[in-house]
């Protein structure tokens, strides 16, 4: 008797994973590294892709180029032939896409408007109505000061703060972590995408794709003692987050080197770069030796000589957390360049 | 019922003539609401404010007056000092934030403006009731009479019990406010007949210039000042602004750094610190210690804050040892078995402790005032409100004891 049942459940099992796998294969969804620890790729592909001529002659980013340089990016991290089938790829018609922007450093050193105007371009490519993308940060003055045009209604890409709705009452917790989310977070979107801006900060060493998602909680202030760690990647961890992240796009045009994460320009230089990643942690490494680069070339100490190297990538790399690599020998680092 | 967790008595659980949500909870705050808040805050006639509902769903709501403008609460803080590149070092609690420009300070209410640091709560009430003041609890300052109690957001520690994180834990955009100026919080509390104003409900320490100044115009109309605290302030601090102030209460949440560290999110030496400095000061003083189950009621840890309260504070120094609720991240955990509070108190009163309590747990005999001499109860009470009260003069009316505290106004 015991052992038919044994039986019985092991066909269930089997059953059952045979029809996941079907169900996965027909999805075609890409999935982010975190939601697929298991399957985890033995290398995680983080993008950097440059155009020198991305301003043309002015200081401005030109959009034509920024659409070229956002669709190089993209078919290189998907090893795609066209722009649209690596967007596919993450996003399907009839689902909201949330993009979480970073606007703490005013028009100076926030996700750059015309790249997060190409990513809204691609995305209704793929299928996504204007109105199911969401462009959003914590507070709406924030976004507006950063150049964004701010729109919550009608047939049009949706931009605004959580300051208009508000955060969840309940709790999120996972780890040290307790916060409430941001309703548009939980209730608008998804899918998200980190548009973060590559920088320096004063306590978590650098602030990219895992930092950016301070932005989605009510309590960002508590968890900035001991260099952010291990409250960055505890909240990264928290399911409404980590189940929705697909993919993240850090703005490296102007990026910041020291004096982060406010907008200071003497320590602000023009990368000209996007870097893309699905795995959050190989692309916050990967920034954070660009970053690393940038100050040796200015006579700075390294972030560890300064005290605040990012101890917070091992933590999110540790069994515990599992959201992505920080191993160098398990990234695969692709550069490329627009000529 | 009298809940005071933490010390920072929930608005939200109120006695029996307090008994609606004082919390201003919800999002942004409505013309409509506004009025009622204001209406509330003008005539404090029962000494409550309502609860205003979120919004169900992630629909955006028009910018309001509030959150388009909050220039009217911020005013440059008063303990910090710059560093180069336009960042500030908090000198208000010993956690002394560095914080960079256009970044916030652990408080997540002061926030540092190109190089000025500023707190956002000046005048910025988010809450607002009339309590007993057994309710903070004083046992020994002003007995039945009412305070006038005000709170802001924020908070310097992140106690995983507290039973207010949604306004402590929460930024003060994210709540609705009243703009209340310290002279209009003097004559809401003289109009309702309050002797006193609490600070209380978060933390004073991060409102600390509010606290300041409504102090100052509450003595110029007669009104005095109680302050509930964490006491997890740098001494500076304490010295200006517990100063003004007529009475504190401490919430000495351990007597280990390991649980201050994992469960408050802060330490315990500038916390033993302060209260001997207030002693020193002359202020009227009485000590909470909420007992949580399993995290701090041993009794090892009971019998050494016993002799240190003896040894530093003195024996007359009321203390109050509560019950525990779950809430916020310690919904885990049991209520506290009154019998622990029981043998908290047995410890304490074995070391020499005068006055010691016990709370939220109405109807216990442990709420009375005996006296230490000649063991007569002398004030009797159920919950927050007073049933007997027979100190006169300050002293034991059988024995003549004095008894320690202020007890008419």
């Known amino acids: 008797m015991r052992q038919e049942t044994i039986t019985a459940r092991r066909k269930f099992l089997k059953n059952f994973l045979a029809n996941a796998v079907v169900v996965g294969a027909g999805d075609q969804l890409s999935l982010p590294v975190a939601a697929s620890a298991n399957s985890h790729p033995a290398r995680s592909r983080v993008v950097i892709a440059r155009d020198p001529q991305l301003r043309g002659s002015g200081s401005s980013v030109d959009s034509q180029h920024m659409l070229k340089l956002l669709d190089r990016t993209m078919q290189s991290l998907f090893e795609a032939d066209r722009a649209d089938e690596a967007w596919k790829k993450i996003v399907h018609p009839g689902q909201c896409v949330g993009l979480k922007v970073n606007s703490l450093g005013g028009r100076g050193l926030s996700s750059n408007p015309v790249l997060v105007g190409a990513i809204c371009e691609r995305l209704q490519q793929a299928g996504i109505r204007a109105a199911d993308i969401v462009v959003w940060d914590r507070d709406t003055r924030e976004l507006e000061r950063a150049g964004f045009r701010i729109s919550a209604s009608g047939n049009q890409v949706q931009c605004f703060g959580t300051d208009r709705v508000g955060y969840e009452d309940d709790l999120a917790a996972w780890g040290s972590v307790g916060s409430r989310l941001s309703k548009i977070l939980t209730r608008r979107c998804d899918v998200l995408i980190g548009v973060p801006v590559l920088k320096d900060h004063d306590g978590a060493g650098v602030t990219m794709a895992l930092k950016n998602m301070y932005g989605a909680i009510h309590n960002p202030n508590k968890y900035h003692p001991n260099g952010c760690d291990p409250y960055i990647a505890d909240v990264n961890m928290l399911p409404e987050i980590r189940t929705r992240m697909r993919l993240t796009i850090c703005d490296a045009t102007t990026a910041c080197y020291e004096g982060g994460p406010a907008y200071k320009p003497q320590y602000s230089w023009h990368e000209n770069a996007l870097i893309a990643s699905q795995d959050p942690v190989a692309l916050d490494t990967t920034g954070w030796q660009i970053i690393e680069r940038k100050r040796a070339q200015q006579g700075l100490k390294t972030l560890e000589a300064d005290g605040r190297a990012p101890r917070y990538l091992s933590t999110a790399a540790d069994p515990r957390h599992r959201l992505g690599t920080n191993d160098p020998q398990r990234m695969e680092k692709v550069e490329t360049a627009l000529a | 019922m009298s809940l005071e967790q933490t010390g920072h008595e929930n608005p939200a659980l109120a ?395």
């Open chain 2, 15 to 409: 006695g029996a003539d307090f008994p609606e949500r004082a919390r201003l909870a919800g999002a942004p705050v409505l013309p409509d609401r506004r009025s009622f808040l204001r209406c509330a805050l003008c005539v404090g006639a029962a000494g409550t404010l309502g609860t205003l509902e979120q919004p169900l769903d992630a629909t955006p709501a028009a910018p309001t007056a509030q959150n388009r403008d909050d220039s009217h609460f911020t005013v440059e803080a008063r303990f910090y000092e710059k560093l180069p590149n336009r960042r500030i070092r908090c000198k208000l609690c010993p956690r002394e934030c560095t914080v960079g420009d256009r970044e916030r300070g652990y408080c997540g209410v002061r926030e540092n403006r190109g190089g000025t640091y500023y707190t956002l709560v000046h005048s910025r009430v988010c809450a607002a009731h009339i309590d007993p003041i057994e309710k903070k609890p004083f046992f020994h300052y002003l007995p039945g009479t009412l305070a006038f109690s005000v709170a802001t957001a924020g908070c310097n520690v992140n106690c995983k019990f507290c039973q207010n994180w949604d306004i402590s834990q929460a930024r003060p955009e994210q709540l609705p406010a009243e703009y209340v100026a310290p002279q209009r919080v003097a004559e809401l509390a003289k109009q309702n007949r309050c002797p006193s104003i609490a600070y209380t409900y978060s933390e004073p320490v991060i409102f600390i210039e509010y606290l300041m100044d409504t102090a100052d115009a509450g003595h110029a109309a007669g009104i005095r000042s109680v302050v509930v605290s964490n006491g997890y302030i740098q001494d500076k601090a304490l010295r200006e602004a517990y100063g003004r102030t007529d009475a504190v209460k401490i919430d000495l949440k351990s007597f280990s750094e390991s649980y201050y560290r994992q469960v408050v999110s802060g330490e315990l030496k500038p916390v033993l610190d302060s209260i001997v400095t207030l002693r020193r000061m002359g202020k009227w003083l009485e000590i909470v210690y909420l007992v949580v189950p399993t995290l701090n009621d041993g009794d090892a840890e009971f019998r050494d804050l016993a002799r240190w309260v003896k040894t530093n504070a003195g024996a007359d120094v009321p203390l109050h040892f509560t019950r525990f609720h779950p809430e916020y991240l310690l919904k885990n955990l049991p209520i506290t078995p009154v019998p622990t509070l029981e043998r908290a108190k047995q410890i304490a009163d074995a070391e020499g402790l005068h006055y010691v309590y016990i709370g939220n747990v109405p109807g216990h005999p442990a709420e009375n005032t005996l006296c230490p001499k000649c063991g007569h109860m002398l004030v009797q009470r159920m919950g927050l409100e007073i049933t007997q009260m027979l100190i006169d003069k300050g002293e034991c009316p059988f024995c003549h004891q004095p008894i320690p505290g202020i007890w008419h106004a």
